[in-house]
C-alpha cells in the first residue's frame, strides 16, 4: 500500500483553533454558520472570509506570535477577526470594549501589541492613547454609520476577491490567545493559552453542557470575555452549529430573537439573568423553544435560580464554573444535578482534574473548606511576563485558582467565595457568599456585595453594599435584623450602605476591589 505523508503545515495546523472552523467548513460549507445583523455567512463563506482576513494580516510584515488586540464589541468582524488572528499564527488580546486611559494602556503594553483592531465607537478612546504608544498601530473592525467599508476587517471579509486557502504556521503549542484576568482583586494578568489549550477546553465544553448541532444557539454576553468565546461560540462553531450573534444582551431583543429564531440554547451570566427573570416581556414571548440555559461568570442569586427554573419546568439549567485561566470552563452542574444541590457548581468537567487542598497543598477532607486546585491540558501555560506569579499558581504540578470551595462525598464542588473575599471579623472567617445569600432573602433587594471595611474593634466589619429595587425603602435596621434568622450573630452584617449600582466588569463580575476603596 503506497504511504501518504502529510505536509508539514497540515500536521502542524490539525490542533488548532481556526482548523475546527476548517473542518466544520468541509463537513458543512452550504450551513448556515453565522448570523449577525442582516447579515448571514454560510460555514464556506465564512472560512473564506477567514482566509482574507488572516492573508491581509500576515501581510502587514508583523512575525509569529505578535500581539493583535481587540477593542471592540460584539460583531461578525469581531469573530471573524480573532478565527483570522488564529490561522495567520498571532496572539489574540481581547480587551474589554469598556477600559479606558490607564487601564487601557496597561493591557496594550503589556501585551507589547503591535496591531489593535478597534471598534468606531472606541477609536477616540483608543486615540487618546495610542500618542505615548509609538509602533502600535489602528485597524478598524468595521465601519462607523454610513461610511464604506473600506480598509475594515469587515470590509476585507466581505471582499468577493477569491485569495485562495491560507495554510497556518501555528500548532497546538503556539499561543492562541493572552486571555486576560478580570482584575477583580488585583492588575490583570495575562493568561498565555495555547491552541492545544483552546481546543481541549472545547471538546470539554460540548460533552458537559450536551451541545447539539441544531441548538441554535444565541450568544449575546461579550466576546472579549472567555465565557462566550470559548464555552458557547467556538464549540459550536467546532460542531457545525448555527451562531446568532447579538452585540449586546439587551433582555427585550433576547427574548424576541429566542421567539422569532427558535433559539434553543441561552447562556447569559447572572447581571442577565436577574432582571431578565422579572421581565415584563415573558409574559407575551413564547420562549417554548429553549431548552438549555447557561449560567455562569459570577454568582447566580439561589432565589432567582429557583423562580426561573419553576416558571420554566421543562428548562435545563447549566452551572459553568470557572475561570480564564482555566479557559475558562472547570465544572458543570448539570440540569438533573440542580434539584440537590441548587447552590453547587457542579463537577470537574472531562478534561479537568481538580482537589481541594489547605494552605500546605494537602488535600482536606470531604465537606471542609480547602482552595481548589486543578491539572488539566486546558490550562493555561504561565502569565505574560509575570514569572513570579506564575510560579505563585503553579506549584508542584497544580494550578492554585484562589478559589475557596466544600466538596462533597460526590465529587460536587461548592463555592464559598474567592479566597481573598473572606472577611476575617473578630478572628473569625466569613464567606461573603453566605452573608450575601442571606441578604437575598429580603425580596426588595435587587443586588448585594459583601466585603469587609477596616473596623478598630473586629479588624474587618462585616458590610452589605446594596442596590434597592425600584421604588422600595428599606433601612439599615431592617436589612440586618433580616439576616439574623440565616446566619450566625458573628457573620450578620454590622453596617449597610446602600448605592445606586455595583462596580462591574462588561462580563458581569462584581469590582469589589473597587468598593474596598471607596
Known amino acids: ?87 495567520a499564527g498571532l496572539t489574540h488580546v481581547p480587551v474589554n470594549y469598556a477600559l479606558t486611559g490607564g487601564e487601557l494602556e496597561y493591557l496594550l503594553t503589556d501585551s507589547g501589541a503591535s496591531v489593535v483592531l478597534v471598534d468606531p465607537a472606541q477609536a477616540a478612546t483608543l486615540d487618546s492613547v495610542l500618542g ?41 503549542t503556539s499561543l492562541a490567545q493572552l486571555l ?15 491552541h492545544s489549550a483552546l481546543v481541549h477546553e472545547y471538546i470539554s465544553c460540548i460533552l458537559a453542557l450536551d451541545f447539539d448541532i441544531d441548538d441554535e444557539p444565541l450568544v449575546a454576553m461579550p466576546l472579549y470575555h472567555s465565557a462566550a468565546m470559548h464555552v458557547f461560540a467556538l464549540p459550536y462553531l467546532s460542531l457545525g452549529a448555527t451562531v446568532h450573534l447579538m452585540a449586546a444582551p439587551d433582555i427585550p431583543e433576547i427574548l424576541r430573537r429566542i421567539e422569532a429564531d427558535k433559539i434553543r440554547s441561552l447562556f447569559l451570566a447572572p447581571t442577565v ?26 454568582i447566580m442569586p439561589v432565589t432567582v435560580l429557583q423562580r426561573l427554573r419553576s416558571r420554566y419546568p421543562d428548562l435545563g439549567f447549566y452551572n459553568c464554573f470557572g475561570q480564564s485561566e482555566v479557559a475558562p470552563l472547570a465544572a458543570v452542574l448539570r440540569p438533573e444535578e440542580h434539584d440537590a444541590r ?10 479537568v482534574e481538580a482537589r481541594v487542598v ?8 470531604d465537606g471542609e473548606r480547602g482552595e481548589v486546585v486543578y491539572r488539566s491540558p486546558q490550562l493555561c501555560s ?24 466544600v466538596r462533597d462525598s460526590e465529587g460536587f464542588l461548592e ?56 421604588g422600595q425603602d428599606v433601612t439599615e435596621a431592617e436589612i440586618i435584623d433580616g439576616t439574623r434568622a440565616h446566619l450566625a450573630p458573628f457573620k450578620v452584617p454590622k453596617h449597610v450602605v446602600f448605592v445606586d449600582e455595583l462596580p462591574r466588569n462588561q462580563s458581569g463580575k462584581l469590582l469589589k476591589r473597587e468598593l474596598r476603596q471607596s
Open 342 to 351: 441548587p447552590a453547587s457548581a457542579g463537577r470537574p468537567v472531562f478534561f
Open 415 to 470: 463555592v464559598v467565595d474567592r479566597i481573598k473575599d473572606v472577611i476575617n471579623t473578630g478572628g473569625v472567617l466569613v464567606a461573603s457568599r453566605e452573608v450575601e445569600d442571606a441578604v437575598y432573602q429580603d425580596t426588595r433587594v435587587a443586588e448585594v456585595a459583601v466585603i469587609g471595611t477596616p473596623d478598630p474593634k473586629w479588624i474587618e466589619a462585616v458590610t452589605a453594599v446594596v442596590v434597592l429595587k425600584d
Open 180 to 194: 486576560y484576568t478580570s482584575g477583580t482583586t488585583s492588575r490583570p494578568k495575562g493568561a498565555m493559552m495555547t
Open 358 to 365: 489547605d494552605d500546605n497543598g494537602a488535600d482536606v477532607a
Open 273 to 298: 439573568w436577574v432582571p431578565l427573570a422579572s421581565h415584563p416581556d415573558l409574559e407575551t414571548r413564547d420562549l417554548s423553544s429553549l431548552t438549555k440555559a447557561q449560567y455562569g461568570a459570577s
Open 132 to 172: 505615548g504608544m509609538p509602533g502600535l498601530t489602528a485597524l478598524p473592525l468595521q465601519p462607523a454609520a454610513g461610511e464604506s467599508t473600506d480598509g475594515t476587517v469587515l470590509g476585507t471579509a466581505l471582499s468577493s476577491e477569491a485569495t485562495g486557502r491560507f495554510d497556518s504556521p501555528a500548532s497546538g
Open 1 to 87: 500500500m503506497p504511504s501518504t505523508t502529510l505536509s508539514s503545515t497540515s500536521a502542524a495546523s490539525a490542533g488548532t483553533v481556526d482548523a475546527i472552523l476548517r473542518r466544520s467548513a468541509s463537513r458543512y460549507p452550504d450551513r448556515p454558520a453565522l448570523t449577525f445583523g442582516d447579515r448571514r455567512w454560510t460555514y464556506a463563506e465564512l472560512d473564506a472570509a477567514v482566509d482574507r482576513v488572516a492573508a491581509d494580516l500576515a501581510g502587514r510584515g508583523l512575525e509569529a506570535g505578535a500581539r493583535v488586540a481587540a477593542y471592540g464589541i460584539n460583531s461578525d468582524a469581531y469573530l471573524i477577526a480573532f478565527l483570522a488572528v488564529s490561522r
Open 382 to 405: 504561565g502569565y505574560w511576563n509575570k514569572p513570579e506569579a506564575t510560579e505563585e499558581a503553579f506549584r508542584d504540578g497544580w494550578f492554585h485558582s484562589g478559589d475557596l470551595v
